[in-house]
């Protein structure tokens, strides 16, 4: 399989899929799998929960809005996001401009059955994590219903969630550079009919 060309946004809430199905859609493709969290954890040297207690949630934000900026290949690779970082002011349009947006989705009570045993998401250490989650997505629903292709994953297995999500990029990535390469102005320089008339 050749390497993408357009990049893939995985978004949604914690705990959908995002890292794990990012991971096997790279591998599927031969592409770079680029999972923000680990990156941002990767440069800063400490787990994401650490930089929400020692330097606090906004700088988490600005971090991965710097990524998004200005931190990853323009092309070619498959961005899993943090459950948070699509619902920033702008940060939808921007990742609609990069590449194929694919928001996964799951009832809440699936993403407390997937990250009960973790304790690496910092914003679900406490002692009701359902409730929690309760009060967050309320927030965040509106955003992430506009974020590009939603794929239910509740009772689904992965391979079924990975099937249909490399359809669905396949699809919209054939759509993207058609608009795209449209947008763009033509390669050949604009004097060269002449000279083969010439
Ligand atoms: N469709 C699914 N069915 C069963 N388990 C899943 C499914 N999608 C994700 N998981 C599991 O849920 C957990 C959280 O997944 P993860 O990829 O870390 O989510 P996210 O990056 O969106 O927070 C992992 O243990 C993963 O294997
Ligand atoms: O939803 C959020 O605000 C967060 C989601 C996490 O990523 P996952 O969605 O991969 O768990 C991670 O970025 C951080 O703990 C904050
Ligand atoms: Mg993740």
Partial sequence: MTTPVVNLYLVGFMGTGKTTVGR??????????????ATIEREQG???SKIFEEDGEPVFRK????????GHPARGCIVACGGGLVVQPGMLELLDSRGVVICLHASLETVLKR???SKSRPLLNVEDPLARMREIYSVREPIYRKAGTLL???NRSL?????????VYKREAADFLRTHRLAEPP?????APDDRAG
Wanted: proline share 7%.
């Fill in 187 to 191: 390669a050949t320089n604009p004097a």
């Fill in 152 to 154: 239910l994953t509740d």
């Fill in 24 to 37: 096997a859609i790279a591998y599927r493709l031969g592409a770079k799998l680029i999972d923000v969290d």
């Fill in 115 to 117: 990250t009960r045993h």
């Fill in 63 to 70: 971090l991965e809005r710097d990524f998004i900026e200005s």
């Fill in 159 to 167: 391979p079924d969630v990975i099937a249909h999500a490399m359809r």
């Fill in 46 to 48: 400490k787990p994401v």
